[in-house]
């Protein structure tokens, strides 16, 4: 281009001293300066396009790198939640097998509170036939006629399974 420019001014100088100048080397060379404006066009447009594809390029990559970091957190997010699911599972089998311990005692407890209950009222009616028997207030033929042991017991459990009515 620099090229381009010095020939100008020399034929500008020339057109001005010479009469006889061809004005047709001063349209060559504006032909001249047309070409090679539109080799600098295409060289301009040649680098456009490669910077393009180097952009687009970089894109990908950094769009691959950002898919490998979200696969890679997703993999880790499945990996907590393996490991949180198999906390809370093994969390819920000791609640459950705690819960049937105390599911087991309460039911042993029951028994036994059952068992001594009946030995409890077993002897509270054993006391209270004996107690009658060995009263010195009533005639003892009379109180051996009307205190039978087992038709007591069977009088009381009978009032206590009805709720306490009276016959």
């Known amino acids: 281009m620099e090229a381009l420019l010095s020939q100008f001014t020399f034929l500008s100088d020339q057109a001005l001293q010479d009469k006889n100048f061809d004005p047709s080397t ?5 032909k001249l300066f047309e070409l090679e404006s539109y080799k600098a066009w ?4 040649l680098e ?3 910077e393009v594809k180097e952009a687009e390029k ?4 950094a769009e691959d790198y950002l898919d490998s970091v979200m696969e890679a957190a997703m993999d880790e997010f ?12 093994a969390e819920r089998k000791g609640l459950e097998e705690t819960a049937e311990k105390a599911r087991k005692m ?3 407890m029951e028994k036994a509170a059952n068992f001594a209950s009946k030995k409890y009222f077993e002897a509270a009616v054993n006391s ?3 107690s009658m ?4 207030g009533l005639p003892s033929n009379k109180v051996e006629e009307s205190l039978n042991a087992e038709e007591i017991k069977q009088e009381i459990q009978k009032r206590l399974a009805g709720g306490m009515e009276k016959p």
């Open 133 to 136: 028997k060995t009263w010195k």
């Open 78 to 89: 499945r990996l907590f939640e393996e490991e949180m699911e198999h906390m809370s599972m």
């Open 58 to 61: 970089t894109m990908r990559q």
């Open 106 to 108: 309460g039911n042993s």
């Open 26 to 30: 001063i349209e060559d060379l504006m």
């Open 128 to 130: 209270a036939t004996a």
């Open 42 to 45: 295409a060289a301009m447009e």
């Open 48 to 50: 456009q396009e490669k």
